[in-house]
């Protein structure tokens, strides 16, 4: 994992040094611990690294991340699954069309996410990430773990001529048996 982040941190500060500079400062394990603490939750390994990284974007930065998506700050994350967990049973009586395990990572400013999945809902892989539509029932699996996306969008920056570079920055290749389809209804 701290591989795909080094790696990641020296593309991002290379190729997109204006992105970059948008990032916020990373988080020390006592912010972490009090943001778990707060929201009573233990974040998996692999999540807190990635805040230990970075603790997402400014909210003044429009630039996407991945897949024209903007990266979350920890709180704002943890904050945005509690309110959407609350919902469950109420606006969101469909079943699995939110699930408490989710945790939003990246948003396009539209209500969608892509998130991280603790429990491995549909498919058993606990730390997936699942694309979140809020108009849509489509819920796909688009990567068996964060360290494989973070080695995707570091394949886009080796295999992109920076030229080719837009601001939705979206992935079209996936890991062996991914981009899985689910649909709630």
Known sequence: MQNELTTLDQYLSKLRPEYYASLNAPLTDAEIAALEKSYNITLPADLKALYQWKNGQRDDSFEALVNNSGFLPLQ???????EMTGMIGYDFDIENWWHAAWIPLF????GDYICYDSEGLFTGQKGQLLEFWHRDGDRNVIAPGL????????????????ASFDEFFSLEEY?????LKFYVK
Do not use: R, S, V, W
């Open 76 to 82: 704002e994350a943890l904050e945005i699954a509690k």
């Open 147 to 162: 360290e494989n996306f973070l080695q995707m969008i570091n394949q886009y920056y080796a295999t992109t001529d920076p």
């Open 107 to 110: 948003h396009n400013g539209g």
């Open 175 to 179: 890991p062996d048996g991914y981009f």
